[in-house]
């Protein structure tokens, strides 16, 4: 079964081109609804201030291109084209995508660029990639991880110890949401869209 498709699987800053070829380059703008990284407070009182520097949501993978040459401009999209609209309702999905999935890439990138870990992170840049890739990633991946090291703050200790505080309550929020439910999973007796996420989120 499933369906025919083409994937392209883009190492960190790969992307950027192709995304705004896919989102920009035509009479129709498909900007990301959900997906958009933002930089990462220091402080509680910077938690839900106006970012200095918008972001563009006109990078954010993943987008789906459908042979009709609509496009999937998100993973909700995808998951509802998929499997159906969700059964939860958009405050299970806000609470996903604004606080345990920034958190959550927050956390786990502080995991990958630690010095010891270097070499799982240049592993996973250069999975499948040949001898000229290896040797650019070489040279650019040090400028780009110190990038990606600024954006979420994952060298800043405070910046951290408030990411760890925030999931914790956000975690607890979401294990309320799931307590609450009578039903074998999220949307009723079948797993749904919202049940893959949650899956997705926490492995």
């Known amino acids: 079964g499933g369906v025919d498709h083409r994937e392209h699987g883009f190492a960190p800053g790969e992307h950027v081109l192709a995304a705004l070829n896919l989102r920009l380059n035509g009479e129709t703008r498909h900007l990301s609804q959900t997906s958009r990284v933002d930089a990462m407070p220091r402080t509680p009182e910077e938690v839900g201030a106006p970012r200095p520097r918008p972001r563009t949501n006109a990078t954010a993978v993943p987008a789906v291109a459908m042979p009709d040459g609509s496009v999937l401009i998100d993973s909700w999209a995808i998951f509802d084209e998929a499997l159906g609209p969700s059964k939860t309702g958009p405050e299970f999905r806000a609470l996903l995508d604004e606080r345990v999935a920034p958190l959550v890439r927050q956390r786990v990138y502080e995991i990958l660029f630690r010095p010891d870990n270097k070499n799982v992170w240049d592993g996973l840049a250069c999975h499948d990639r040949g001898l000229v890739f290896r040797f650019c990633w070489t040279l650019a991946s040090g400028?780009?991880?110190?990038?990606?090291?600024?954006?979420?703050?994952?060298?800043?200790?405070?910046?951290?110890?408030?990411?760890?505080?925030?999931?914790?309550?956000?975690?607890?929020?979401?294990?309320?949401?799931?307590?609450?439910?009578?039903?074998?999973?999220?949307?009723?007796?079948?797993?749904?869209?919202?049940d893959l996420a949650l899956a997705a989120f926490l492995a």
């Open 143 to 194: 400028n780009l991880t110190e990038g990606m090291r600024k954006l979420f703050r994952t060298d800043d200790a405070a910046a951290m110890a408030l990411c760890l505080e925030r999931l914790d309550s956000a975690l607890d929020e979401l294990d309320a949401f799931v307590s609450d439910k009578t039903s074998e999973y999220l949307g009723g007796a079948a797993p749904s869209a919202d």
